[in-house]
């Protein structure tokens, strides 16, 4: 997994610099030639920089999309929205900043009289530029470069939500099924990355400085190794892909449950002697647009999600009106398919170590909306924006002590370090059993239905037939095992384990 | 008329305006300068003396009249090539920071693409004329003193063997003893090359003594013009309060009156 993910993010990362170089140099000239403009163009650089670099990632993919349906109706093509291009340009509008700033402020640098000398001994506004503004301006420009390149480095992990391959992927995995080796190479290895280009950056700044070019050619030379070398291995260890034969490409979000369903449905589609490839990590929101689209072919989603998501719904219904609403809207509005219900149900819910609720006598979500005003609560990042939190309080009226939203792992650790009381839990979750948590009953029916249905894109319909067999075969029990195998923290059993031990329970 | 075999005059300003946001910073001026003369050009801060140097070798354009050169309109010229055939020492020196003193002394006969053996015969030459030891060559401008880096400015100034040397302030901030020595420099290679040498400076002492013509400008037109001791018998405010103006004030009397004693 990691060679062929280093290689990867090595080549988005050189390909967003390489663009944003390509970008900076003329805005460079322009700022210099209209100072004018030089506030506007980098306070607009600068307001990019504020935004993180997860959300620009994941704005350019719905940009993308309204991009591509334009070409699609003027011009007859489309535009991959998902994978490669969001990141380059997201990655590439990043490191426009200190590009732009070690531009502008080196060639500011210069003092004006070595100028006005420049001018004054009768050279040409090229030589000028060349003999005496870039040298002189090198080392801040080179330090802005370099700033630029660790930047991208680092934010090209963040590439792997929006479906490009990176050593992201190896660090979400990671923290999702608490695999911390793998978290830890992933980000050693982009850390490595970096300091192997930045020195190689900083090897041409001193060559430039001291205008030794020999120095220069060597973080050059080295450079050019490292990205051609590391990407050209990576293709050329590419499996050949048959002429029209696109490999079907299974999506899944980023947790262990995702995971594991798009290795049972690789293996599957494998058997039958379907190429496949997965793309995994992707935000909820990018992974159904991302179907729709037609940019990956499957994934397994839920119908409280769907419901919401996809159909606009703001309150919940019954679980069978869901579904059939569902199965007969879907295709309608967005050409997506529901292929079969898998069984199982991962809804939310709100759990409590046992001992507390016990102590507290709380057995029912209308329990604690009494005892809640001493309680302190832990979400996960998206569910305060979710209607359940809304159907929560409509049914409910829940009012907490303090309200703090975690990425679901570290939701787990506040509320077992005690710095949670309540948290949110999905029901086919295997920390339940195993961490004795005890989720709260909803008698009025407040919390939608999260059946787990197969998903399957306009691209490929065939694929209903081939993975029909899967209806109804997972029971929450099995999930729940299967999420425990790869979430807990001793005898952590892979992911693609996990998959043969849910598809052996399939059958 | 004058003949046609007499020599054109090496700077000849014709009805020459330059304007900057409205005002006239050069105001029609019509001044010319004879070939071989070596002339002082002063004033107070902003009355135009650099700009008129400027408008020599382009580095200014006039936005009314004419600027000649030996004869040549400078508008008619690429500012690139006539600047190269002009000795230029600006303001502040500017040496090339990221180059030798053999490169920045070398850099107009480098743009001329002059044989590297010819440009290294020529920087010796030039750092035995301005008095450096050759093995400076090899050095950075950081590594100079004030009064070196002078040294290799006017040297980068005359390395193309230019007739017209223009200085923009060539005494800076230099300490007295320094300018002294540079003053002599300048001029005795004033006399040695043949040149004609326009010196825009603002402190009189040092031009005085040795400059044959020093014309006075004030509000972009000229309020003077004459010989070192005709400044004296002028009436004009600008030129008094020149000559009363700061330092040593009874030397430069003194020179203004008696310049056959300093010299």
């Known amino acids: 997994m990691l060679p062929d993910r280093l290689a990867a993010h090595l080549g988005v990362s050189a390909a967003a610099i390489a663009l944003a170089i390509v970008v900076a140099v003329p805005l460079v000239m322009l700022l210099v030639a209209r100072p004018a403009l030089r506030g506007w163009v980098l306070a607009g650089a600068a307001v990019i920089q504020t935004v993180p670099a997860l959300a620009l990632l994941a704005l350019f993919y719905p940009l993308l999309l309204v991009i591509g349906e334009v070409t699609q109706r003027v011009a007859g093509f489309g535009i991959p929205a998902l994978g490669l291009l969001p990141s380059l340009l997201a990655l590439a509008l990043y490191a426009l900043l200190p590009l732009l700033r070690g531009g502008v402020d080196g060639l500011a640098s210069v003092p004006p009289e070595t100028l006005d000398a420049a001018d ?11 003999q005496v503004e870039l040298p002189l301006a090198a080392p801040i420009v080179m330090g802005g470069l370099r700033v630029a390149a660790v930047w991208t480095i680092g934010a090209a992990t963040l590439a792997t939500t929006v479906g490009q391959k990176s050593l992201g992927d190896l660090i979400f995995a990671g923290l999702q099924i608490e695999d911390w080796s793998l978290v830890v190479t992933g980000c050693l290895a982009a850390a490595f990355l970096a300091i192997i280009v930045d020195m190689a950056l900083w090897r041409i700044e001193t060559g430039l400085g001291e205008r030794a070019w020999g120095k220069c050619l060597l973080g050059l030379g080295l450079l050019v190794v490292l990205v051609v070398g590391v990407t050209g291995w990576y293709w050329s260890k590419r499996a050949p892909v048959a002429e029209g034969e696109r490999p079907v490409v299974i999506g899944a979000k980023s947790f262990s449950e ?60 019954p679980r069978g009106v869901m579904l059939a609403t569902l ?7 967005h050409k997506v398919e529901i292929a079969a219900s898998l069984g199982f149900e991962n809804a939310y819910a709100l759990a409590m170590k046992r001992a507390d609720a016990d102590r507290l006598g709380i057995e029912t979500l209308a329990d604690l909306a009494t005892a809640a005003p001493r309680l302190r609560m832990a979400t996960d990042t998206e569910f305060q924006s979710r209607l359940e939190w809304r159907a929560l309080q409509a049914g409910y009226g829940l009012k907490f002590a303090r309200l703090t939203s975690y990425t679901p792992t570290l939701m787990v650790r506040a509320l077992q370090s005690g710095e949670a009381d309540v948290i949110t839990a999905f029901s086919s979750d295997g920390r339940i059993a195993a961490d004795d948590l005890k989720l709260l009953a909803d008698p009025r029916g407040a919390l939608p239905a999260y059946d787990a249905v197969l998903l399957i894109g306009p691209r490929r319909p065939e694929l209903k037939a081939r993975l029909a067999g899967l209806a109804g075969k997972i029971p929450v029990e099995a999930m729940r095992e299967a999420n425990w195998q790869v979430d807990r923290d001793t005898d952590k059993r892979t992911v693609q384990q996990a998959a043969a031990w849910l598809e052996a329970r399939a059958k | 008329m004058t003949a046609p075999a007499i020599a054109p005059d090496a700077i000849a300003y014709d009805d020459v305006t330059v304007r900057r946001a409205g005002n006239a910073i050069v105001d029609r001026v019509t001044l010319k300068i004879a070939q071989g003369s070596f002339v002082a050009l002063t004033g107070a801060s902003g009355a135009g003396k650099t700009t008129l140097l400027r408008l020599v070798n382009r580095m200014v354009r006039a936005d009314a009249g004419r600027v000649r050169v ?29 180059w030798t003193v053999a490169e920045n002394i070398a850099a107009v006969p480098w743009l001329l693409r002059h044989a590297p053996r010819r440009r290294a015969a020529r920087v010796a030459e030039l750092l035995d004329l301005v008095e450096l030891p050759r093995d400076f060559g090899d050095r950075f401008p950081r590594q100079l003193s004030g009064g070196q880096a002078s040294r290799v400015g006017l040297a980068r100034a005359l390395a193309a063997e230019p007739r017209l040397l223009l200085l923009d302030e060539p005494f800076g901030a230099l300490d007295p003893e320094t300018r002294v020595s540079l003053a002599d420099k300048i001029s005795e290679l004033h006399d040695l090359a043949h040149l004609t040498t326009l010196m825009v400076t603002h402190d009189l002492a040092d031009a005085l003594t040795r400059v044959q013509r020093v014309i006075v400008c004030d509000a972009g037109r000229i309020v003077a013009d004459g010989t070192p001791a005709s400044l004296v018998a002028s009436t004009h405010p600008a030129v008094v309060a020149l000559i009363a103006a700061p330092l040593d004030q009874a030397d430069k009397l003194a020179a203004l009156r008696h310049p056959e004693l300093v010299r």
């Open chain 1, 120 to 130: 004054g001994i009768g050279m040409t506004r090229r030589q000028r530029l060349i």
């Open chain 1, 258 to 317: 995702q995971y594991i369903l798009a290795e049972l449905i690789a293996a599957r589609l494998r058997a039958q002697g379907v190429p496949v490839t997965i793309r995994s990590g992707l935000g909820s929101v990018i992974a159904f647009r991302a179907l729709a689209a037609g940019d990956i072919d499957i994934y397994v989603d839920y119908t409280g999600t769907l419901w919401d998501s996809a159909l606009g719904n703001k309150m919940p219904a």
């Open chain 1, 327 to 333: 199965t007969a809207e879907l295709p309608k509005r």
């Open chain 2, 70 to 98: 030996f004869g040549e309109d400078v508008a008619d010229a690429d500012p690139p090539e006539l600047r190269r055939g002009i000795g230029y020492a600006s303001q502040g020196v500017g040496l090339f920071p990221h």
